[in-house]
Nanobody, 114 residues
Framework: QVQLVESGGGLVQPGGSLRLSCAAS????????MAWYRRAPGNQRELVAT???????NYVNSVKGRFTISRDNAKKTVYLQMNSLKPEDTAVYYC????????WGQGTQVTVSS
């Protein structure tokens, strides 16, 4: 059974940093391209960052230069380092394969506010 468990969210002031983690189980993790997605209040879920099985990364324009996606295949974990956070980054963050093929986890709430 595939399971994705996100963690690391919280409340942070504008300009602050957070590191999100997503632990995967039940899939051949190293074979998949993985991604972070987010859903802001009133909006649809959007793709934020991707990392291929070979480590190639891509980002949505709004987070380029501020967010870094990485993966540890031995730990079956994907990370999202978020720096210089802005109020518009406030959302529930999810990980999944790219494209999404696994059941969505509960996500982790990120709130950027002073």
């Amino acid at each position: 059974q595939v399971q994705l468990v996100e963690s690391g969210g919280g409340l942070v002031q504008p300009g602050g940093s957070l590191r999100l983690s997503c632990a995967a189980s039940g899939i051949n993790f190293r074979a998949y391209s993985m991604a972070w997605y987010r859903r802001a209040p009133g909006n649809q879920r959007e793709l934020v960052a991707t990392i291929s099985s070979g480590g190639t990364t891509n980002y949505v324009n709004s987070v380029k230069g501020r967010f870094t996606i990485s993966r540890d295949n031995a730990k079956k974990t994907v990370y999202l380092q978020m720096n210089s956070l802005k109020p518009e980054d406030t959302a529930v963050y999810y990980c999944n394969t790219n494209p999404p093929s696994s059941p969505w986890g509960q996500g982790t709430q990120v709130t950027v506010s002073s």
